[in-house]
């Protein structure tokens, strides 16, 4: 259970917020650069980006980090294309992934790890982080469950996936607001910016 992939989600069109919002600022970098080095910050064994659109922009940001990248041309089907598109360019060899949001930079490490740690410990196939008994994000499962994924039409959410394995899905208290923090629109940016200044 050595091998856990990172995929980031970052090919959304970002219509609600009406700019590229992988790109808005966000603690001195962009907000992709500080999911990713949250990512790589923990003890996820390789992290895998996923772009669409704004994907030259993007990839212009990233390209010194430590991450690998793939292009989801369907990303206008939604995010469960992109969830797709990364496991069809993960390695065979990998035990189990971790799917995050790229507009969710308030997922620290320590949380990831905490993940990963029960994901090792719980014998589960899928880890679900919850933060006063809401499910948040990272989720994390065996690649076991990696055809299934595929199969799934791009309609329903990854979620479904722990709804039709409840026996194997362990829920873990992480403490922690930030798995439950993303970024919709403008409003929802600023405040956040303004009370982190």
Known sequence: MGVIWGIILAAGESKRMKE????????GRTMIEKV??????????NTLVVLGSHKD?????????RVEHCFNENFR??????????LNNIPEGADAVMI???DQPFIEPEVINQVIEAFRTGG???????????????????????????ALG????????????????????????????????????????????
Do not use: W
């Open 20 to 27: 590229p919002k992988m790109l808005l600022p966000f603690n």
């Open 36 to 45: 990713i080095l949250n990512v790589t910050g923990s003890k996820v064994f």
């Open 57 to 65: 922009e993007i990839l212009e940001v990233i390209k010194e980090l």
């Open 77 to 86: 089907e939604g995010m469960l294309s992109s969830v797709k598109c990364g």
């Open 100 to 102: 995050f949001p790229g």
């Open 124 to 150: 589960k196939g899928i880890v679900v982080p919850v933060y006063r008994n809401k499910r948040g994000h990272p989720l994390l499962f065996n690649c076991h469950y990696r055809d299934e994924v595929i």
């Open 154 to 197: 791009n309609d329903v959410g990854l979620r479904s996936l722990a709804m039709k394995f409840k026996d194997d899905v362990l829920e873990i208290e992480t403490g922690s607001p930030g798995i439950l923090k993303d970024f919709d629109n403008k409003e929802d940016y600023l405040n956040e910016i303004n009370q982190i200044q």
